[in-house]
T-cell receptor
Framework: DQQVKQNSPSLSVQEGRISILNCDYT??????FLWYKKYPAEGPTFLIS?????DKNEDGRFTVFLNKSAKHLSLHIVPSQPGDSAVYFC?????????????FGTGTRLTIIP | GAVVSQHPSWVICKSGTSVKIECRSL??????MFWYRQFPKQSLMLMAT?????????EQGVEKDKFLINHASLTLSTLTVTSAHPEDSSFYIC??????????????FGSGTQLSVL
């Protein structure tokens, strides 16, 4: 039972344009959502997060949008840069505590075309 | 940010042997560490929660006798894959929660271990 889904396994975007990565979840108990970036043979690194009490959180070029009624979140990267090429995982947890276990999506491989 | 060190980065072993993976929190103490596994093109799946000074908590479907977890100190957790078989070949990643100055507590991940069982 995949509670967090990323339906696009891959995405290619021209450098300088906006990258939009999508994520859907099914468990209504999830209260906190995160995006991680992962390079091959490395562990994921935290990118940005959002609590369910918000619908938007912005950090530099990265913005996460949450539509709780639709159980959908998205990550916007603008402008996209070649260094953004990586696999992006969305993750969800019940609480905003670091020691709360995370449920990950299957990932979206983003390729930025120079 | 907080650093989680994981060793080895990759290991190749014969079927039937045991492999130990170490996960260390370098600049902070971790009473809890998480062990994940990722098969190719799949999600990171939580295997178990490692608790310092007590038994690990395993997720449903994960054999605790096969994947031995020891959290001997506040900075070290180990995962031992016993009697490894080719189907155990996977990418194993540990993580630990830590709080950076001025920020909420979040999970920091090790660099992962690619296990290949021949």
């Amino acid at each position: 039972d995949q509670q967090v889904k990323q339906n696009s396994p891959s995405l290619s975007v021209q450098e300088g344009r906006i990258s939009i990565l999508n994520c859907d979840y099914t468990n209504s108990m999830f209260d906190y959502f995160l995006w991680y970036k992962k390079y091959p043979a490395e562990g994921p690194t935290f990118l940005i997060s959002i609590s369910s009490i918000k619908d938007k959180n912005e950090d530099g070029r990265f913005t996460v949008f949450l539509n709780k009624s639709a159980k959908h979140l998205s990550l916007h990267i603008v402008p996209s840069q070649p260094g953004d090429s990586a696999v992006y995982f969305c993750a969800a947890s019940r609480f905003n505590f670091g020691n709360e276990k995370l449920t990950f999506g299957t990932g979206t491989r983003l390729t930025i075309i120079p | 940010g907080a650093v989680v060190s994981q060793h080895p980065s990759w290991v190749i072993c014969k079927s039937g042997t045991s492999v130990k993976i170490e996960c260390r929190s370098l600049d902070f103490q971790a009473t809890t560490m998480f062990w994940y596994r990722q098969f190719p093109k799949q999600s990171l799946m939580l295997m178990a929660t490692s608790n310092e000074g007590s038994k690990a908590t395993y997720e449903q479907g994960v054999e605790k006798d096969k994947f031995l977890i020891n959290h001997a100190s506040l900075t070290l957790s180990t995962l031992t894959v016993t009697s490894a078989h080719p189907e155990d070949s996977s990418f194993y990643i540990c993580s630990a929660p830590a709080r950076e100055v001025g920020a909420n507590e979040k999970l920091f991940f090790g660099s992962g271990t690619q296990l290949s069982v021949l």
